[in-house]
DNA sequence: CACATATTTCACTTTACAGTTATATGATCT
DNA sequence: AGATCATATAACTGTAAAGTGAAATATGTG
């Protein structure tokens, strides 16, 4: 899975949010959390986890029974180059077009 | 459908693309490019460009019997915001902890 | 070693979505 | 009006993903 479809869940998306704001977090923490933010079970987050690892957005170490996640910020990079880069496009096409526009207003 | 949902199929996110690219382009004419470009058939595109206007990624005009289809950059720049908000706080807290690492490194 | 804790994986069910063909809608042309 | 072109919708199918409870795996503790 890509990562755009990796943050297409809105659980996977609160997940990276709460690792970008908390800077890291144990399964468990995230298991309990989604459970009240969402109300699903926690095999479910797991597999989340799953997703979220093979998508290389976040990375996980072994601490005793623990894995901790930290996320990674490189595929975020990527997201946001690619939104910019469309949109910023797009803007200036749009932006010659209004100029356009109100130069045809002058001279009517 | 949220706009990442939208822009999560490899699909729509050609066309959000080609719109980006040219301007703007013609039902058909997506549907005729999407054709040769993943082989699927031309409700397929008409379906897709239904799930990019309800995202409010697209706008379409009626032009006799053809819909223009223009790229709307609004949405694509929440993505873009969303993302580098993620990428920058964990990196900043990233940055900080390459500092505190160093600093150790310096007076062990 | 037995037991508790933390997390993942398994087997299964349900739901959502992309795709297809066939049909409907609406505008243009002769 | 009838034919045709452009696009959307309907009805259906196959597949994948998200959820669940139960079991497996691995680590720490009395």
Redesign the interface.
Known sequence: M?T??A??D?VR?WI??R???G?EATAGDLAQLTRTEFGISQPATSKHLKVLREAGLVTSTVSAQRRIYR?D?RP??D??DW?????Q???T??DALTQHLSTLKEKP
Do not use: C, M, S
């Open positions: 890509d755009f479809q943050v297409a809105p998306r990276v949010e690792l970008a704001a800077g996320l910020p975020l990079a997201i946001a939104a910019t880069r469309q949109h496009y797009w803007n096409k749009l």
